[in-house]
């Protein structure tokens, strides 16, 4: 038996719509449970909770006093799940220490201050908070200034704009106001309402599955102008889906609201909202529905009016810096609602990767295993200069992010870090997936390298690593004998200490070597110019729709064949044309110096690489431009260096795919183009140079079958001889050549249509 809500509400009383659904449930809906809610027990009273006041009170990391943690914890429906987060750390300590087959070093794991209590993390701080599966929404208030007014301006809840009111927060974990009355209160919070009633309606997706993201929510105390105060719980994020879920409860969930309809249903929301006895009222309605439910079935009545009344919520119960110090509430508060609406991420815990990171270098710094100059450097907190002092690499995003990966990569600091990162991120170290996490969260923390004002998130660029980006598979086997995955090389101390010339000389420098194939030198130079073309795009994460093993000309957005990012790079370190892209590409990326651009991700060429007829490699260009890379180009010119094992494969799969779009008569005819005449031959000198250095090196079975592709080769070379050669209508189309008596040539030259006697650039 359910009972109808009565809410005193400012716009009069209203049936309760959502106990009218009614219905057997469908497959879908049974398996769109909100989490937490069929093991739920009956919402416990007010007495009943007063144990988890003072179990939170007790636990170092909560600041609140009781009467405000009495308010947060009003509408709790599993306080057993709390009880088990606040646990004090070292109660936890000694239920690690005495469970069953520990070892006696196991036993002296150290808990960290914050306990069990989960963590909201920001650039500078982090909130502590109480997750509560799923939390009655009646007596949770929208924060009386909208969060998205303000991220429009920019204002993120300071004394930016004089209409609105100053959001305090002197008490760690608390927020305060200064109001002359409470109506005032009710006005500010009615004029959020009624723009979300307006603007957002999630109340069906609500109505089948709750609220799946968790509210997050704050004790805000008001400060009334005749000297008394009350604290109220406001959402701080999630005030759409608070709103949303108020609006099944009216029963408008499918109705376009205008700001002519809007206001009178925001006032019975607010109406509600502060009802004496929401709570008590919202209590009964719930367990009324859960009693329903066990002594029947479940149907579409309780599951809406569940879904309709339920949330899960993060309840914040103190504010710390990142050293872990209590700060006031605001310094945390506006710093997330800066990232949440300011600097957004495309993926999922971006800031709490981001904290894991941060607290790894800590921890680092602690262990004396780096120097809090070389963490501050890591951190993109040092400059110019100071930079360059602290790490002994010049200051650009190429070299911070790569010095990152070289730390975290690393053989003595980095076994420490790697492990601070799986703890803070409930990691398995030793599970098969964790390579690719270690570099995803690495990743996401360098993006701080790279952010500017018109660019701060780069989702390509992070899911990239997290396929593996520019790490070679002999990387991580260095890694797990014991040594570095990599070494970058530091500048000397004659070295100049311009920035721009400093590392213009070391890529150079670089470059020679990998050349040479110095120990160290292509590894280091796989690492700085994979990452090159990730920042830049022209390298990306494998995907099946990317494949392409029909067209034989370059598509836009495709790939000639799969592979994942590291096993193109290790390709490309193989082949003198893929070390000269490498090297190209991280040379044009150093180029831009610190400053300028502020975008460092496309303000800079990846070159598209050619073979002269020669077989050097060189840079291709168009009009004395050089021309930008793509994809596709990219895995052509690894092709040669990928193990014949592997090329033997995708052969296979290519003439199995254009045979079967052959007999579906969607065969693509051959271009007739240069470019495609040019790659053929690159293709071709590139095999022979690849079978002449063969360990395993394949033989003729006789020398008529050399002889016949000897004459084939000579009769190509004829008939590219036929091909001709665009003539410029100038008088002489050649003012750089001179003849034998040192003049010009009058007109054009006899036999200019060899291909190869004065080739045109790109051509």
């Not at 909201?120 to 109480?130: D, I, K, R």
């Not at 879920?245 to 809007?262: C, F, M, S, Y």
């Not at 090389?489 to 590392?503: C, E, G, I």
Request: aromatic share 6%.
């Amino acid at each position: 038996m359910t009972t109808s809500l009565t809410f005193r509400a400012p716009g009069g009383d209203e049936d309760d719509h959502a106990q009218g659904a009614v219905g057997k449930l469908t497959t879908e809906q049974i398996a769109s449970f909100a989490p937490g809610l069929l093991d739920m027990e009956p919402v416990p009273t007010p007495t009943e909770l007063k144990e988890l006041a003072t179990a939170a009170q007790d636990h170092p990391s909560v600041v609140l006093p009781t009467e405000v943690l009495r308010a947060l914890f009003a509408g709790v429906t599993h306080p057993d799940e709390l009880l088990d987060q606040m646990d004090h750390p070292e109660a936890v300590a000694q239920q690690l220490n005495t469970r069953s087959g520990r070892s006696r070093q196991k036993s002296k794991r150290k808990v960290s201050r914050l306990g069990r209590l989960a963590r909201l993390s920001t650039n500078t701080g982090y909130a502590a908070v109480v997750r509560s599966p799923l939390h009655q929404i009646a007596g949770i208030m929208t924060l009386p200034v909208n969060p998205r007014f303000l991220a429009a301006i920019q204002h993120a809840f300071t004394q930016g704009g004089t209409t609105d009111p100053v959001i305090e927060g002197s008490i760690p974990g608390m927020l305060e106001i200064h109001l002359p009355a409470k109506q005032d209160l009710v006005s500010l919070i009615t004029t959020t309402v009624n723009h979300h009633l307006q603007d957002y309606d999630w109340s069906d997706s609500i109505a089948r599955t709750g609220v799946q993201e968790p509210l997050t929510c704050m004790a805000l105390r008001v400060h009334y102008a005749d000297g008394t105060s009350e604290v109220f719980v406001v959402a701080i994020d999630g005030q759409s889906r608070l709103t949303s879920a108020w609006r099944n409860v009216l029963g408008i969930g499918d109705k376009k609201l205008t700001a002519v309809t809007a206001p009178s249903y925001a006032e019975k929301i607010v109406g509600r909202m502060f009802a004496h006895d929401a709570v008590a009222t919202s209590r009964k309605a719930v367990n009324g529905a859960l009693n329903a439910a066990r002594a029947s079935s479940w149907t579409a009545n309780e599951l809406e009016t569940l879904h309709s009344r339920l949330a899960p919520v993060n309840l914040v119960v103190g504010t710390y810096t990142r050293l872990g110090e209590p700060c006031e509430a605001t310094a945390w508060f506006t710093e997330h609602l800066t990232q949440i609406h300011l600097r957004p991420r495309h993926w999922s815990g971006g800031s709490d990767q981001e904290k894991a990171v941060a607290d790894a270098l800590l921890a680092a710094v602690h262990a004396g295993k780096i120097t809090p100059a070389l963490a501050s450097a890591l951190s993109g907190r040092l400059h110019g200069l100071d930079f360059t002092h602290a790490t002994g690499l010049p200051h650009h995003p190429a070299f911070a992010r790569a010095l990152l990966f070289e730390t975290v990569l690393s053989a003595d600091a980095g076994t420490l870090i790697r492990s601070a990162i799986a703890e803070g991120l409930s990691l398995d170290p030793s599970s098969k997936d964790f390579p690719a996490k270690l570099l995803k969260t690495t990743a996401i923390f360098s993006t701080r390298y790279l952010r500017s004002g018109a660019k701060t998130v780069f989702p390509n660029m992070v899911h990239t690593w997290d396929n593996g980006g520019s790490i070679t598979r002999t990387m991580w086997n260095r890694l797990a004998k014991g040594a570095d995955a990599f070494t970058l090389t530091r500048l000397r101390d004659d070295q100049d200490d311009d920035p721009y010339k400093s590392a213009s000389d070391l890529v150079e420098q670089l470059r020679r070597r990998a050349e040479d194939d110095v120990p160290g030198a292509r590894d280091e130079l796989a690492v700085l110019g994979g990452d090159a073309l990730t920042v830049a795009e022209a390298l990306g994460r494998d995907r099946g729709s990317k494949e392409d093993l029909v067209s034989e000309e370059p598509v836009n957005g495709k790939t000639p064949y799969r592979s994942r990012p590291p096993g193109i790079v290790a390709a490309l370190i193989e082949t003198p044309a893929g070390r000269l892209l490498l090297g190209a590409a991280l040379s044009n990326w150093v180029d831009q110096v610190p400053g300028h651009p502020a975008d460092y991700s496309r303000q800079f060429t990846v070159p598209e690489i050619t073979t002269t007829p020669d077989g050097t490699p060189a840079i291709a260009t168009t009009h004395g431009n050089p021309r930008r890379a793509t994809e596709w180009h990219v895995f052509e010119l690894a092709w040669s260096g990928l193990p014949a094992s592997r090329r033997a494969v995708i052969e296979g799969r290519r003439d199995a795919a254009r045979q079967a779009a052959g007999e579906g008569g969607k065969s693509q005819p051959k271009a007739a183009s240069i470019k495609a005449l040019q790659t053929a031959v690159g293709r071709l000198e590139q095999t022979i140079t690849s079978i002449l250095t063969s360990p395993s090196q394949p033989k003729f079975a006789d020398g008529a079958q050399q002889e016949a592709l000897q004459k084939l080769l000579f009769k190509a070379s004829l008939d590219i001889g036929k091909i001709p050669v665009v003539v410029p209508a100038s008088r002489n189309p050649y003012p750089d050549l001179v003849l034998e008596d040192g003049e010009a040539p009058d007109g054009p030259v006899p036999g200019s249509s060899a291909p190869y006697a004065f080739p045109e650039d790109g051509v």
